[in-house]
């Protein structure tokens, strides 16, 4: 399966501190996506890195990718208590069969 | 621009009933995924469609279907309930087909007792 899977499954942090996710799949892709999740709601788009690309920034996001190791990583830089959410990493293919998988997700908790 | 809507945000059905969902996508995106969420399984993708096509479809039974309109709204529905299908519901919409950046409803708690 091309599914990502996140580590660690769960992340908690002080305001201020970075935090740092990673997301591993299997498969060949064509871009990946990190989204967050807020209690509840629907899914918010983060940011895309295309499978050509090593490195993409965001405001305080910055995102990693390698695609020989098959892996990427987040990094939400001065955490804020906003921030507290469940981040997802999404790999996609693009084409005629174009699909869109998601992991199980990160559950971020920062402390005031 | 108005969000990604869907009706209802709370349902509670008894096994064996159907369901209809409903998903109004961002005006000019034609695209529109729906993904089944449960603390368990994560979001687990349902189907795809794009101008009243169904493009791709996940690895749920026959009892899940889809459409979409000429407008591109989308519907889904779930026959003959189950316990395992209360989840959250989550519709998404792109302007392309190419799932390049989705945007998310709040989605459709459903409950089966």
């Known amino acids: 399966s091309q599914q990502g899977e996140e580590d660690p499954q769960a992340l908690s942090i002080q305001e201020g501190e970075n935090a740092t996710m990673n997301c591993s799949y299997k498969t060949s892709i064509n871009n990946l996506q990190w989204y967050r999740q807020n209690s509840g709601r629907g899914l918010v788009h983060l940011i895309l890195?295309?499978?050509?690309?090593r490195e993409k920034h965001s405001g305080r996001l910055r995102v990693t990718l390698d695609t020989s190791k098959k892996s990427s990583s987040l990094l939400i830089t001065a955490s804020r208590a906003a921030d507290t959410a469940s981040y997802f990493c999404?790999?996609?293919?693009?084409?005629?069969?174009?699909?869109?998988?998601f992991g199980k997700g990160i559950t971020l908790s920062v402390r005031p | 621009k108005a969000g990604v809507t869907q009706t209802p945000r709370y349902l509670i059905k008894t096994r064996g009933q159907q369901v209809t969902l409903s998903c109004s996508p961002i005006s000019g995106h034609r695209s529109v995924s729906w993904y089944q969420q449960t603390p368990g399984q994560g979001l687990q993708f349902l189907f795809e469609y794009f101008s009243e096509t169904q493009r791709n479809k996940g690895n749920f039974p026959g009892r899940f279907s889809g459409r979409q309109f000429s407008n591109s709204r989308s519907e889904m529905n779930v026959s003959t309930l189950e316990l395992g299908d209360s989840a959250l519901y989550l519709c998404?919409?792109?302007?392309?087909?190419?799932?390049?950046?989705?945007?998310f409803g709040s989605g459709t708690q459903l409950s089966v007792l």
């Open positions: 890195i295309r499978s050509n690309e």
């Open positions: 999404a790999t996609g293919i693009t084409g005629a069969n174009s699909k869109l998988t």
């Open positions: 998404a919409s792109s302007l392309t087909a190419k799932n390049e950046k989705l945007f």
